[in-house]
């Protein structure tokens, strides 16, 4: 780890079109203005700075099961997983990760499995952080099947300013735990929902880091992470 590597970090693919359009937006400001340019300077470093995307070093313990988004914890609780996930109308144990507007929104699997199902749902755009938010606005869910039977829920929320949830993957795709799955523009949320029976090892406020913190431990017989993921 070098010093410039502690601040410059990768860019997803999906930022590229965004920082060149703050780019030609700075460069027509500095043109009209030159105070104005220097604000358009800082919004395109903000712009590079959103659509980053760091290795991270995933936990290698068998049945850690990890957060799926860089942000802090803002609602632990039980509730209802989407019912277009097939997961049945019992109630389980919800831990929702709001990220801001600065934090990482690329998004990770929180553990090794088999997506069962999975569907997108349009909605509106509350702001992420309500508890409302999960039921009312726009949403993309995933079911992930683990090895032993068991299944856990992912669902990607969009907020009060985002207005894009993406995902590269599919209905029957393996995952690594720690493996990118998708990102959401600009601000929004992840709930995970865990199996009955399993208890969240974070608080609420709680700092979380997307494939490295481990957000509950399902037990020692699961397989491990199958392979290090970045």
């Known amino acids: 780890m070098t010093m410039l590597g502690t601040f410059l970090k990768p860019m997803h693919p999906e930022g590229y079109k965004f920082v060149a359009i703050f780019a030609a937006i700075t460069l027509v400001l500095f043109w009209l203005w030159e105070p104005l340019g220097w604000i358009g300077v800082g919004l395109t470093v903000w712009c590079y700075y959103f659509f980053r995307d760091p290795k991270r070093s995933v936990p290698q313990g068998a049945g850690l099961l990890v957060s799926p988004a860089d942000g802090v914890i803002s609602l632990i609780e039980r509730a209802v997983p989407p019912p277009e996930l097939g997961m049945g109308p019992e109630a389980l144990m919800r831990v929702s990760v709001f990220m801001?507007?600065?934090n990482c929104?690329?998004?990770r699997a929180p553990i090794a499995g088999t997506i069962g199902a999975m569907s997108y749902r349009p909605g509106k755009f509350l702001n992420a952080?309500?508890?409302?938010?999960?039921?009312?606005?726009?949403?993309?869910?995933l079911r992930?099947?683990?090895?032993?039977?068991?299944?856990?829920?992912?669902?990607q929320i969009a907020g009060l300013v985002a207005r894009r949830i993406m995902w590269w993957v599919a209905e029957g795709q393996g995952l690594r735990t720690g493996e990118r799955f998708g990102l959401i523009r600009f601000g929004s949320r992840v709930d995970v929902y865990l199996p009955e029976g399993v208890s969240p090892q974070v608080a609420l406020g709680q700092t979380m880091v997307a494939g490295e913190?481990?957000?509950a431990v399902l037990g020692r017989d699961l397989p491990q992470t199958m392979a290090r993921v970045e």
């Not at 992930?144 to 669902?155: K, M, S, Y």
């Open 144 to 155: 992930i099947d683990l090895a032993d039977g068991r299944q856990i829920a992912v669902v």
């Open 100 to 102: 801001n507007v600065f």
């Open 129 to 141: 952080s309500l508890d409302k938010a999960s039921v009312d606005n726009e949403r993309n869910s």
């Open 213 to 215: 913190t481990v957000l």
């Open 105 to 107: 929104h690329v998004n």
